[in-house]
Structure formats: C-alpha cells, structure tokens
C-alpha cells in the first residue's frame, strides 16, 4: 500500500512536470514576456477614459482581453508564417518549424485565445465585442502584409493601437477623438522599434522576396525612419497630455522618455547592430512601463 501511494504521487509530480512544461512552451511560442509592450498603453487609455482609476472589474476584464487578443495574434502569427520561419535560420528553432508545437495544437490555441479576447470584450461593454472581428482582422492582415508592402511595420502599429482605444471604449462606451493622439503615438512608436527589429533580418528577406522598410530602404535609411518614427511618438504623447490637462508628474515622465528613447537609438548604429536585443526588448518595455505610471500618478498628485 505504501509503494501504491509513493507511485500515485509520483505520477502526479511527473504529469504536473509535464503540464508546467506544455504551459511555458506556448508562451515562449507567444513570447509572453512581450506583453509589457501593449499592456501600459492600454490601462493608460483606461485611465484617461476613466479620469482615475477604473473599476477593479473593468482592469480584470480589460486585462483578460488584452492577453486573449495577444495570445491569439502571436498564435495566429506563428501559424500563418511557420513556412517562412522553418526557411530563416533566426527563427527556425521556433515552436512550430522545430516540431515542438504541433500546427493544430497550435490553431486550437488561437482559436481559445480569440474566444477569451472576445467574451471578456463582451463582459467589458457591447461596443467593444461587437469590434473586437475587426481587431482580429486587423491582426491577422499584419501577418501577410510582409508578402506585399514594406508599410507592414505600420500595420502592426495600428492593430497594437487597439489597446488603447479599446481600453476607452471600455470604460466609457464610446468613441471619442481625444483618444485618438495616443492611439496614433502608439502607431509610431511601434512602428519605429519594429523597423529596429527588422534590421536583423535585412538579408534573410531579400533573398526570401519579403518586405521591409530595412528590406527597401537599407539599414542606414531605416535607423533614420525609426528615429522619426519616435519623434512623432513623443509629439504625439505631449499632444495627448495637452488634451487631458495633465500636471507636472506626467511631463517628467515624457522627459524620461525622451531620454529613453535618445539611449535607445543610441545604441542602434548602421555599422552595429550588437546591442539590438537590448534596444527592443529592455528600452521599449521601459518606455511603456513609463507612460503608465506617469498618468497613474498624476491622476492621483
């Protein structure tokens, strides 16, 4: 009896193993840890829409949203380019061409994520659900416009735009043109570290007949069109902060940015592309992170 308790228990240590490894295995799929890009932006349309902090049910629902609807685009993403990530020596070792996801293991997650995104829109407010085909397309047309235009980075930029405005609607239930500054801000600033991404793949896209701005343009070319991008992404987030009537706090917080995203193109040079990593995840996720906090707490001082 002793042996049959000892082997059950070690059969559920082993199969809780096995669980763990499957869960980590679909966020790295997703990069997961890509999340602090979008998510800042959208609690900080939330905020502005809610002149405060929104209700503890529409952060938990705005929350789920957002991971549903990233969850599913990266899904959808990794589905739609496993072709050109199995022919790209960068990407090869993903989920999908190594063998470590199957394909339809892969649909079916897309497919819950999108359910998730979309009954939690529902929960959020009528408007947001009746949307939310529209955000999934929009997401789904990034993962081809690589094939045909090189504006594909703006693509991106937009369907990662929703989660501010999405967030606003959420909370008030309507459409307003005030948010729209932010929301482009958000264009921009996608945009433009996305260009910064492409760089390492100025090649490798050429030769497969894909379509960049580094791809069209050149590297040199395209660190200039990122700088303007962020240019226009700070332009963008003083405007919005014009609107809104905001204080001192959130204007220290531009200022950090500005100083940000000054360090980040710092380190992108057309002869060095070394410190790329560095530049896109760390910088980027810092600059989100930064925007949130600042409208958080200038609401409050």
Same mark, same amino acid.
């Given at each position: ?15 809780? *193993?096995? $669980?763990?490894?499957?869960?980590? +295995? ?68 993903? *989920? ?34 009746? +949307? ?22 703006? $693509? ?23 948010? +729209? ?64 009537? $905001? #204080? ?18 710092? +380190? ?13 995840? #760390? ?5 989100? $992170? ?12």
């Amino acid at each position: 009896m002793l042996f049959l308790g000892y082997k059950r228990r070690y059969v559920i240590i082993l199969a809780m *193993e096995m $669980v763990k490894e499957r869960f980590v +295995l679909y966020l790295r799929m997703i990069k997961f840890s890509h999340s602090v890009f979008a998510l800042p932006f959208a609690f900080t349309g939330a905020l502005f829409a809610a002149g405060g902090v929104p209700s503890w049910d529409q952060i938990f629902w705005i929350a789920l949203a957002m991971v549903g609807a990233r969850s599913g685009a990266m899904g959808m993403n990794r589905i739609i380019d496993r072709h050109i990530d199995a022919a790209n020596p960068r990407t090869a070792s993903r *989920e999908i061409p190594a063998g470590k996801i199957r394909l339809i293991d892969a649909i079916i997650f897309t497919v819950l994520s999108f359910v998730v995104m979309m009954y939690a829109a529902w929960k959020l407010q009528p408007l947001c659900f009746y +949307l939310s085909p529209l955000a999934i397309a929009i997401l789904a047309l990034y993962s081809w416009t690589k094939r045909f235009t090189w504006g594909s980075h703006f $693509v991106l930029g937009i369907a990662i735009a929703g989660a501010p405005l999405g967030a606003w609607i959420a909370v008030t239930g309507s459409f307003s043109w005030t948010i +729209l500054p932010l929301c482009i801000g958000v264009v921009f600033w996608l945009a433009g570290f996305d260009v910064l991404y492409a760089l390492q793949d100025i090649d490798f896209d050429r030769s497969y007949g894909l379509h960049s701005i580094p791809q069209r343009f050149g590297i040199a070319h395209s660190i200039m069109i990122a700088r303007a991008c962020h240019v226009m992404t700070w332009i963008l987030l003083a405007w919005t902060g014009h609107i809104f009537g $905001v #204080n001192d706090v959130y204007w220290v917080g531009l200022l950090i940015i500005a100083g940000l995203l000054v360090y980040e193109h710092s +380190l992108i040079k057309p002869d060095d592309l070394s410190k790329l990593d560095f530049a896109f995840f #760390n910088m980027n996720g810092y600059i989100s $992170v930064t925007i949130f906090v600042a409208t958080l707490l200038d609401l409050f001082i």
